[in-house]
């Protein structure tokens, strides 16, 4: 008994001396093409990692679209680097984050898959390696010398404008100015709102979504992560994927930018 109390002390340890070492960090930067691979985002590598970390508090930019404010200073963020010791047997994965002196900062636990098929088998390894971030309760804690007043907030919002935002700004514009016009306006908003709203059509492995015409948008492929599901439209692979009770869909090309999505299941 006093054996299983050590240990389980040293692992709260170890995880409270993690967290408390992650939360220096502000970003983390994922390559849009990890080592090793020959494409950028093959197998949708760069998309699934960047979503994981975004789902566990990070804020996750790719390499190629990073904010002013981490170009200047690329102490700000991690490198996410994706170690691939895959064979012909297995598909074997790890994730490794290092700082900007290029210093490991926490390397993962290896994720095994021997799936034939690599996309999936890929989807599989990855994930089972991300669990060494799980549970971490990561949150932002710049150093006391740049510490403000205004609050810290880590969201996935620095990839998403969202429709509402926009709209609705509109609709107070219209308010201002004249009353029936706001009027117009608001129902003009509602409309399009109802046209955007996509509909959930259970099918074989996934989904089908469908608009108000009823037109199918997109085939929604099930895989092994929760809410995480393949899609393909107009010749492009993507994602579509579940954040802070929004849906969002992100496609495989150089845009690398999230769009929300307003999906009725």
């Known amino acids: 008994m006093r054996h299983f109390t050590a240990v389980l002390l040293i ?3 170890v995880n409270m001396g993690l967290n408390a070492q992650l939360n220096n960090y502000k970003y983390i930067v994922v390559p849009i ?3 090793g691979f020959k494409n950028d985002n093959q ?3 760069s998309t699934l990692v960047k979503y994981l970390f975004a789902n566990e508090g990070f804020t996750t930019v790719y390499g190629n679209a990073m904010p002013d404010e ?3 200073n ?3 963020g991690l490198q996410a680097e994706l170690i691939n010791e895959s064979g012909l047997l297995a598909t074997k994965t790890q994730i490794s984050l290092i700082d900007c002196n290029g210093a490991l900062i926490m390397m993962s636990q290896e994720g095994k898959s021997k799936v034939k098929e690599y996309e999936q088998a890929y989807r599989e390894a990855i994930s089972e390696s991300f669990g060494s971030f799980r549970g971490l309760n990561y949150s932002y804690t ?3 010398d740049t510490k403000s007043d205004a609050p810290i907030t880590v969201s996935f919002k620095n990839d998403v404008k969202t429709l509402e935002e926009n709209t609705s700004s509109a609709v107070e514009t219209a308010k201002e100015k004249v009353m029936p016009e706001a009027t117009v ?3 003009n908003v509602a409309s399009k709102k109802q046209k955007d709203v996509l ?3 259970p099918i074989e492995n996934g989904y089908q979504l469908v608009d108000a015409s009823p037109k199918v948008v997109y085939v929604l492929k099930k895989t092994s992560a929760p809410d995480v599901y393949l899609v393909n439209t107009e010749g492009k692979n993507g994602i579509i994927y579940k954040n802070e009770g929004k849906w969002f869909i992100e496609m495989d090309d150089k845009n690398g930018k999230a769009k929300e999505l307003n999906i009725k299941f």
């Open 43 to 45: 197998f949708r590598t």
């Open 70 to 72: 981490l170009r200047n």
């Open 142 to 144: 710049p150093p006391e």
């Open 11 to 13: 692992f709260f340890a």
């Open 185 to 187: 306006i608001s129902d």
């Open 199 to 201: 509909y959930a059509q």
């Open 33 to 35: 093409k990890f080592q």
């Open 74 to 76: 690329p102490c700000l």
